[in-house]
């Protein structure tokens, strides 16, 4: 079992920044491939970004490629995504999860289903 909380949301100004903090506890955090997602209103659950077990593979969503970065730090068990330019249509709650999956797959890790443990959200509101 993996308990995941995540922090750092809040509401911003378009271009700020935000950092979000995805605190794991529980089963060996570093033997885990750790995602964020998005869900605003109305709309479905969207992949944003994921970082595989040992940080070796990265993979983002186009519409955030080059402005999200995701990172982990398996040491203090937290991934982060480091979200710079924000946007008004990056405004949602945003989620982090984690798959016991080391795949250098993106599209594998693009489908929610492919992961085990969910984080309860973080809201994150972009203002124009």
């Known amino acids: 079992q993996v308990q995941l909380v995540e922090s750092g949301g809040g509401l911003v100004q378009a271009g700020d920044s935000l950092r979000l903090s995805c605190v794991a506890s529980?089963?060996?955090?570093?033997?885990?491939?750790v995602g964020w997602f998005r869900q605003a209103p109305g709309k479905e659950r969207e992949f944003v970004a994921v970082?595989?077990?040992?940080?070796?593979?990265?993979y983002y969503a186009d519409s955030v490629n080059g402005r999200f970065t995701i990172s982990r730090d398996n040491a203090k068990t937290t991934v982060y995504l480091q979200m710079n330019s924000l946007k008004p249509e990056d405004t949602a709650v945003y989620y982090c999860?984690?798959?016991?999956?080391?795949?250098?797959?993106?599209?594998?890790?693009?489908?929610?289903?492919?992961?085990?443990?969910w984080g309860q959200g973080t809201q994150v509101t972009v203002s124009s």
């Open positions: 999860a984690a798959t016991s999956s080391s795949r250098s797959d993106r599209y594998y890790y693009m489908q929610d289903s492919r992961y085990n443990y």
């Open positions: 529980g089963r060996t955090f570093s033997r885990y491939s």
């Open positions: 970082i595989t077990w040992s940080g070796g593979s990265t």
